[in-house]
Antibody, heavy 120, light 105 residues
């Protein structure tokens, strides 16, 4: 059974860097069939796609966040990670990791999500 | 691409049908997905390619449309269908979602 699980600090101070990890089980992140994504959702609001990474390490980011986002992958640990720099209260959200099939970028598998609050 | 969903809230009685609308600001062909999200849970993929049900999704969920106008139809609402529904386009970067439609009793 394929599962995704987000982990990381639930509280980040303003101007600091948010760091989250998604652990993938039941399928290898090396699989050439999938891309791995980060998506976020502020409380009571809609969904915002942050970016994605392929097993080769190639990435693509939402232009609205591109200057602050880095997504990386550790295939030995079957994990991929999100760094979001210079956070503000507007970055407070539930962060999800999710999988897509590549050519048609819809998300068939999601983690349960983790709440990150930006506050001093 | 801006995705606009309507209505924002839809009040329906169990057993009734519901039609949710999603409009794209420009043509996205059939590159549209629908998701269901319940409180405290991650979204669940219902429909992709505008009209193809994801594995395990009941037949009472159907999708239609192409270009800029899309509809998610739930033929007879069950208690577990009361949730928020989102559309998402994957025709252009960046990927974008609609604001959601809440289906309530």
């Amino acid at each position: 059974q394929v599962q995704l699980q987000e982990s990381g600090p639930g509280l980040v101070q303003p101007s600091q860097t948010l760091s989250l990890t998604c652990s993938v089980s039941g399928v290898s992140v090396r699989s050439g069939n999938f891309y791995w994504n980060w998506i976020r959702q502020p409380a009571g609001k809609g969904l915002e796609w942050i970016g994605r990474i392929y097993t080769s390490g190639s990435t693509y980011y939402n232009p609205s966040l591109m200057s602050r986002v880095t997504i990386s992958m550790d295939t030995s640990k079957s994990q991929f990670s999100l760094l979001l720099a210079s956070v503000t209260a507007a970055d407070t959200a539930v962060y999800y990791c999710a999988r897509d099939y590549g050519d048609y970028v819809y998300f068939d598998l999601w983690g349960r999500g983790t709440l990150v609050t930006v506050s001093s | 691409i801006v995705m606009t969903q309507s209505p924002v809230t839809l009040s329906v009685s169990p057993g009734e049908g519901a039609a949710l609308s999603c409009r794209a600001s420009q043509s996205i062909s059939s590159n549209l997905a629908w998701y269901q999200q319940k409180p405290g849970q991650a979204p669940r993929l219902l429909i992709y390619g505008a009209s193809t049900r994801a594995p395990g999704i009941p037949a009472r969920f159907s999708g239609s449309g192409s270009g800029t106008e899309f509809t998610l139809t739930i033929s007879s609402l069950q208690s577990e269908d009361f949730a928020v529904y989102y559309c998402q386009q994957y025709n252009n970067w960046p990927l974008t979602f609609g604001g959601g439609t809440k289906v309530e009793i």
